[in-house]
């Protein structure tokens, strides 16, 4: 439900330390210039890592009757993207660079607790945690959108009920309604971690999730030895240290089940995405919140899996940039750019 299977090699982005509130920093890497920064959050005992991306100042899609600002202009007002379970932001800054560079505006991304240069989960971590953090880093963005995949997605949808968001979209989100989830937690998950057998509490929140795609119906002997070869990555061994975390969160969205009826409260106009090829219970969650919330609506992604962010492709940055600059009648275009190959830089127009 929340990541993506370790077998896959990823390009990775190094993260950079833990910076001083209040003194931002720029790296650069291929895809461009990094702000990084780190702020503290409302609770006062801990601290999240934001990483800012702002696109060159190329001509911008204009919002069909909604428009955030001057095309290209400073100033702009910002998009959050909320990462899932078992991973960093590092792996979503590609796709958080395709909407910035469609959208024309700056995108931030952010570490949850628990990973990065942010602090750990409290002992009280909660739905409630997650969303004051939210609210944190769109202050201090300035930034009024969300894009959010998978356990983000429940975060996302949660900080909708009661916080200012203008738009937002949602890929596979992890929302539990009326014990629809319950199914997916499984107590060994928790007993493994409490023993310290961590390839055991890999395997069973793999072949619960169902979210690794066929990987997902190996026998749990198999996925145990497939958590033992995936340690000697540096993406598998980053799941590894995580998976604290990931059992803090799932326990999150179980005591947050809600009813439909719970959500009717939004009024941001809402996208849940979902794709074809992900676990259809979030396909289903998407249809269900869609037809009990006017200002909810929901698309199926075709050929899509569940870890569709982070895949190369342009498909679901632009799908997501559209209905952030509410344009129906969007279509791409293909432009030439000294340090991209032709083809590799996309950019909205008539």
């Known amino acids: 439900m929340f990541f993506r299977p370790p077998m896959i090699p990823l390009t990775r982005t190094k993260l950079a330390g833990n910076p001083q509130e209040g003194t931002p920093r720029r790296e650069g890497n291929r895809l461009g210039a990094v702000e990084i920064r780190t702020i503290r959050t409302d609770d006062g005992g801990g601290h999240l890592e934001v990483h800012s991306f702002s696109p060159a100042a190329v001509p911008a899609l204009h919002a069909g009757g909604e428009s955030p600002g001057d095309p290209g202009s400073a100033g702009q007002p910002g998009v959050v993207v909320i990462h899932g379970t078992l991973v960093t932001d590092a792996l979503y800054r590609p796709f958080a660079m395709k909407i910035g560079r469609l959208l024309g505006r700056p995108v931030h991304t952010y570490n949850r607790r628990g990973r990065g240069g942010s602090s750990a989960q409290p002992e009280d971590y909660s739905a409630a945690t997650e969303v004051s953090d939210l609210a944190t880093v769109i202050r201090a963005t300035g930034s009024t959108d969300v894009v959010a995949h998978s356990y983000g997605g429940f975060v996302a949808l949660q900080a909708a009920r009661t916080e200012p ?78 998976l604290p975390t990931a059992v803090a969160e799932m326990r999150a969205v179980l005591n947050a089940d809600a009813a439909l009826e719970d959500f009717t409260g939004i009024t941001a106009p809402t996208l849940m995405l979902s794709g074809g090829w992900s676990p259809s219970y979030f396909a289903e969650t998407g249809r269900q919140l869609a037809a009990a919330v006017p200002a909810i609506d929901f698309a199926l992604v075709p050929g899509q899996l569940h870890e569709g962010p982070l895949r190369p492709g342009h498909r679901l940055a632009l799908t997501t940039a559209r209905f952030l600059a509410n344009d129906v009648n969007l279509r791409l275009r293909r432009l030439r750019a000294d340090r991209h190959p032709p083809g590799n830089r996309l950019r909205m127009g008539q």
């Open 165 to 242: 968001i203008r738009r937002l979209v949602t890929y596979d989100a992890a929302v539990s309604l009326s014990g629809s989830l319950s199914r997916r937690w499984r107590p060994e998950l928790e007993y493994s971690m409490a023993a310290g057998q961590l390839d055991h509490a890999w395997a069973h929140l793999v072949q619960g999730l169902e979210t690794a795609g066929p990987v997902s119906k190996l026998p749990l002997g198999a996925l145990r030895m497939l958590s033992i070869l995936s340690a000697r990555t540096r993406l598998g061994a980053e799941m590894r240290q995580l």
